[in-house]
């Protein structure tokens, strides 16, 4: 049973910063195409970040230059740190596993909430 577990959410003033953390269980992490989504109140969930096995990197443009995400595969954890946050970056935050072609697959953690202040 595959598990992706996120943490590192909660309140901060507009300008501040937060680490989310996803720590993965079983053997996928290293397979997996990494990624966090967000979901605002009445909103369509969006992708924010994601990372490939080589490490490449893929962000929404309106993430691009505040949030970074990275992989630690000894740890079986991705993050994202999210720097000079903005009101509208509240939303509840999403860790995806995903493979695609042979075997694929897709896993959703329980999401970590994250407000912003004005």
């Known amino acids: 049973q595959v598990q992706l577990v996120e943490s590192g959410g909660g309140l901060v003033q507009a300008g501040g910063s937060l680490r989310l953390s996803c720590a993965a269980s079983?053997?996928?992490?290293?397979?997996?195409?990494m990624g966090w989504y967000r979901q605002a109140p009445g909103k369509q969930r969006d992708l924010v970040a994601t990372?490939?096995?080589?490490?490449?990197?893929n962000y929404a443009d309106s993430v691009k230059g505040r949030f970074t995400i990275s992989r630690d595969t000894a740890k079986n954890t991705v993050y994202l740190l999210m720097n000079s946050l903005k009101p509208e970056d509240t939303a509840v935050y999403y860790c995806?596993?995903?493979?695609?072609?042979?075997?694929?697959?897709?896993?959703w953690g329980q999401g970590t909430r994250v407000t912003v202040s004005s």
């Open positions: 990372i490939s096995t080589s490490d490449m990197t």
């Open positions: 079983g053997s996928i992490f290293s397979r997996s195409v």
């Open positions: 995806n596993a995903k493979k695609t072609g042979w075997g694929p697959y897709n896993f």
